[in-house]
């Protein structure tokens, strides 16, 4: 028995050693659509953060709607829409942008939030100050509230730059071959679904550890009182 047990080990080692070159591909992919989605997440939000804070309150309400409306649906079935709906209306994307989209619009929802608690956490009087020097809105954001914004919201972003690393196999569902797509073919193909799955899992693992130490790293290096950008 325990020879036999010895042996299973071994081959199980070696086709997860036999799969790795497979697997790389597919981490790539998960790499770039994470890297691509939170980039959307980042603009989209911004945009909806700001326009939330419009004086014109049919602006504010529908941005607000939007956001509630993305945040209370499930990514899967965003992901579906887009990427089964939209061709009814001669809207064709490639499965990868069409999960980066996705993932990027889903998250928007959350990083708007994260902003426009970043924004309101600047004192009042600093508005007063802006609106005393007669700066503009651009100036006034620019040279004062993003530059103290930045040092409080990098935790809660990178806390969803995370979260949306480990919702990327999601995005096997519409054909992406991430990951975990590719652990799901291969298991299909050796009838083995143990040790493919297994191994996406360790890859993902020192990832997310890896994430979290640079956000931490970062969180402690940025100064507290505020970045200048000029």
């Not at 993932?103 to 956490?121: F, H, K």
């Not at 508005?127 to 620019?142: G, K, P």
């Not at 949306?164 to 193909?189: C, F, Y």
Request: with cysteine; net charge neutral; proline share 5%.
């Amino acid at each position: 028995m325990m020879y036999g047990y010895a042996w299973d080990t071994s081959s199980s080692l070696n086709f997860a050693i036999s799969i790795l070159p497979i697997l790389w591909f597919g981490l790539i992919v998960t790499l770039q659509a994470t890297v691509v989605g939170f980039a959307i997440a980042l603009v989209l939000g911004l945009v909806l953060a700001l326009l939330r804070r419009s004086h014109i309150k049919a602006i504010s309400w529908t941005v607000a709607g939007f956001t509630e409306f993305v945040r209370d649906t499930p990514l899967l079935v965003q992901l579906f829409f887009l990427y089964y709906v939209l061709p009814d209306f001669g809207i064709v994307l490639p499965a990868f942008m069409t999960g980066a989209l996705a993932l990027g619009l889903q998250y928007s929802a959350y990083t708007s939030e994260v902003y426009r608690a970043g924004i309101d956490a600047v004192q009042r009087g600093q508005w007063e100050a802006a609106i005393a020097l007669n700066l503009t809105r651009f100036q006034t954001y620019w040279d004062i509230v993003v530059p103290q914004m930045i040092p409080r919201i990098v935790p809660a972003l990178g806390n969803y730059l995370v979260s949306m690393l480990k919702e990327t196999p999601v995005l096997s569902v519409v054909t992406v071959l991430d990951m975990l797509g590719l652990a799901n073919m291969i298991g299909e193909r050796t009838f083995d679904y143990l040790v493919p799955l297994s191994v996406v899992g360790l890859i993902f693992l020192p990832l997310t550890l890896l994430c979290s130490a640079i956000i931490h790293t970062l969180e402690r290096a940025l100064p507290k009182s505020g970045i200048p950008l000029r």
